[in-house]
């Protein structure tokens, strides 16, 4: 996959995954997961796969400190019903890295590394995400707000051209800049703005 040069810039997530390295997928269960791999789950980058990305980055950092977080560990609730706005995509993400999964996850060997019902929509928080360390109980609730982060100025007429059923190649490239300018200001740009992902917990 070609991607937009400053997806390499964005910090990457390390964990450590008991159950890859109790099969033998990843050497000491060290896994790391790069913004491009987020975007080939959604199928493509947008402010809320990027906003979902920066989420639980800092969520896990805010949990974990220095320690390597755990893959499997996490529960992760979403505040949104599934069906309802960005909450799937939101929370495909957020399971992605942490591994927490729904009624269809891993079942476990042998009572251990179960990945089933660690997530859940439609959650009594005020927080677009929160997320729990199942070891210890500590929690923190993240929101995103990219409507902070200025968008490119033509961005609205640039995709209106760009979804025009006649727009030819260059019209559907000029929105496409625009679009992952507008993302790359979100992860590059303001990736430690203090008003951009919120924490309380």
């Known amino acids: ?3 937009p040069a400053f997806f390499d810039t964005v910090p990457t997530v390390v964990m450590h995954d008991p159950l890859a390295e109790t099969l033998g997928a990843a050497e000491d269960g ?3 997961y790069r913004y491009a791999d987020a975007v080939r789950l959604a199928g493509h980058s947008c402010p809320t796969v990027a906003g979902a990305w920066l989420m639980t980055a800092k969520a896990l950092r805010r949990l974990y400190g220095d320690e390597r977080p ?3 560990s996490i529960r992760v609730e979403v505040r949104e019903p599934q069906d309802e706005g960005v909450a799937g995509v939101i929370g495909s993400v957020a399971g992605f890295v942490t591994g927490a999964a729904g009624d269809g996850g891993f079942k476990g060997l042998a009572g251990r590394h179960s990945r089933r019902n660690l997530i859940s929509y439609g959650a009594a928080i005020e927080g677009d995400l929160r997320f729990t360390r199942t070891d210890t109980g ?3 609730e993240v929101a995103c707000h990219s409507g902070i982060v200025e968008r490119p100025s033509d961005l609205r007429t640039l995709m ?3 979804l025009e059923p006649s727009a030819d190649a260059q019209a559907r490239r000029a929105f496409a800049r625009a679009w992952q ?3 790359r200001r979100i ?3 303001h990736a430690d703005d203090p008003a951009l992902v919120t924490m309380t917990g």
Do not use: I, N, T, Y
């Open 1 to 3: 996959m070609q991607a």
């Open 30 to 32: 060290v896994v790391e």
């Open 70 to 72: 755990q893959r499997g």
């Open 138 to 140: 500590a929690s923190v």
């Open 160 to 162: 209106q051209a760009a």
């Open 181 to 183: 300018e507008w993302v």
């Open 187 to 189: 992860l590059v740009e």
